[in-house]
């Protein structure tokens, strides 16, 4: 049961970064930046990012009130079943991602320590991200297991965007951002179902 909570946050958000806008933001950086420097980018990014909600939604559920847990439960549930039917609609970009986005190109204009601009592009773009939530949802539900969740979703965004490093060009030629976004929908739905059933 220990390896559950690492696989299961693995899976989720490996499958959740498959053609996000973080792929792309390594894509740029793979043909100037050393691997190594943009795969301890994206660790640290990915630490910061994903363990910060996997403690917050971790210490929401230390709380001993059974009906607040369950539902906290429901809405981790009702939000992955949202994240999956709204991943299916087509939506067209709006005025915050542009802002998000600018900020992100801001940063990457700085001269400083390309791990640390990874770092933080990472940082800021997964915050509020759907794979921000459902590390949150991951914390409420295994609030025992942290640092598994931790480790299996900064092992996702490594071996996610190490395939963005590896063969980003194959990915954008075969296989479009839509059809991505499309699975990590559908995940998400069967999760949020599964976790309403068991």
Do not use: C, R, W
Not at 5 to 22: H, Y
Request: charged fraction near 15%.
């Amino acid at each position: 049961m220990e390896l559950y909570p690492l696989l299961i946050s693995f899976i989720m958000v490996f499958i959740a970064e498959l053609g996000d806008k973080t792929q792309l933001l390594i894509l740029s950086f793979s043909g100037s930046v050393k691997t190594k420097n943009i795969l301890l980018g994206i660790a640290l990014g990915s630490f910061f990012s994903h363990g910060l909600a996997i403690i917050f939604g971790s210490s929401l559920m230390t709380l001993k009130n059974p009906y607040f847990q369950n539902l906290l439960k429901n809405i981790t549930y009702s939000s992955f079943i949202l994240i999956g039917l709204l991943s299916l609609i087509p939506i067209k970009e709006n005025i915050s991602d542009n802002k998000k986005n600018s900020l992100l190109s801001k940063i990457l204009n700085l001269n400083i320590n390309y791990t640390l601009i990874i770092a933080l592009s990472i940082f800021i773009g997964e915050f509020g991200d759907k794979t921000f939530l459902s590390s949150i949802g991951f914390g409420i539900e295994y609030p025992n297991h942290k640092i598994m969740l931790i480790l299996g979703a900064i092992l996702g965004m490594i071996v996610s965007d190490s395939l963005a490093i590896i063969s980003g060009k194959f990915l954008s030629t075969y296989i479009s951002e839509s059809k991505m976004k499309k699975l990590s929908g559908i995940l998400f739905l069967i999760f949020g179902i599964l976790g309403f059933i068991l």
